[in-house]
T-cell receptor, first 112, second 109 residues
C-alpha cells in the first residue's frame, strides 16, 4: 500500500527554470495539499484541493501553480524558479479536512 | 486573522521528566486541532486529534477554550519521543489543514 508518493525526491534547478512536482495518492482521498517546510517556519500551505478539478490558494501561493485533473494526482508547478523557492516540499491527502492527513516523503528542491 | 503559535523552537528534557509542548491559537469559534509528529527520517504523521480525546504513546492534549490553548503533555519523556512536533489547526475559512512553526523535542538520556 503506497499511500502518498512524491516525485522526484531531490532536484536542483537553475534560476528561471521550470519544473513540476507530482503527488499521487491511492486512498481515494478528496483533499490534497502542498506545503513547503523551511527552518523555523514549520509547514506553510501553498495550494490545496478539496476534490477533483478544484484548487485553491493557501498561505504562500505566489510563484506556484497547481492542477488536479485526476482525483489521485495533485501537481505543483514552478514556472520560473527562484532561489527563495529552495525548500522541502510535502504533499498530503485526507478524506475530509477533519480526518487524518497522510504525507509523502518530501521533495528537497534547491534553486541555484 | 487566524493564527497558531508554538512559542518554543526547541525543548530539551531528560528522560523521565514531564513534557509540555505549548500551542496557542487565535481561531474563532470551536477549532478542530491536531498534533502531528515527524521523527528523524520518517514521514510526518498524526499523533492525536482533540475530537477523539485519546492518548497516543502516552501523550495527551486538552483544548482549553478559555486560554485558547492546546498544549501537548506527557508525564514521563522517553528518548524515542525526540522528534519535531507540530500543532495543526483546521483553517475553517479555507477548509484546509494548517501548521504551527513546530517545536523540536530533545529527550536526553
Amino acid at each position: 500500500n503506497a499511500g502518498v508518493t512524491q516525485t522526484p525526491k531531490f532536484r536542483v534547478l537553475k534560476t528561471g527554470q521550470s519544473m513540476t512536482l507530482l503527488c499521487a495518492q491511492d486512498m481515494n482521498h478528496e483533499y490534497m495539499y502542498w506545503y513547503r517546510q523551511d527552518p523555523g517556519m514549520g509547514l506553510r500551505l501553498i495550494h490545496y484541493s478539496v476534490g477533483e478539478g478544484t484548487t485553491a490558494k493557501g498561505e504562500v501561493p505566489d510563484g506556484y501553480n497547481v492542477s488536479r485533473l485526476k482525483k489521485q494526482n495533485f501537481l505543483l508547478g514552478l514556472e520560473s524558479a527562484a532561489p527563495s523557492q529552495t525548500s522541502v516540499y510535502f504533499c498530503a491527502s485526507s478524506q475530509t479536512v477533519y480526518t487524518e492527513a497522510f504525507f509523502g516523503q518530501g521533495t528537497r528542491l534547491t534553486v541555484v | 486573522a487566524q493564527r497558531v503559535t508554538q512559542p518554543e523552537k526547541l525543548l530539551s528534557v531528560f528522560k523521565g521528566a514531564p513534557v509540555e509542548l505549548k500551542c496557542n491559537y487565535s481561531y474563532s469559534g470551536s477549532p478542530e486541532l491536531f498534533w502531528y509528529v515527524q521523527y528523524s527520517r520518517q514521514r510526518l504523521q498524526l499523533l492525536l486529534r482533540h475530537i477523539s480525546r485519546e492518548s497516543i504513546k502516552g501523550f495527551t492534549a486538552d483544548l482549553n477554550k478559555g486560554e485558547t490553548s492546546f498544549h501537548l503533555k506527557k508525564p514521563f519523556a522517553q528518548e524515542e519521543d525526540s522528534a519535531m512536533y507540530y500543532c495543526a489547526p483546521v483553517d475553517t475559512g479555507r477548509r484546509a489543514l494548517t501548521f504551527g512553526s513546530g517545536t523540536r523535542l530533545q529527550v536526553q538520556p
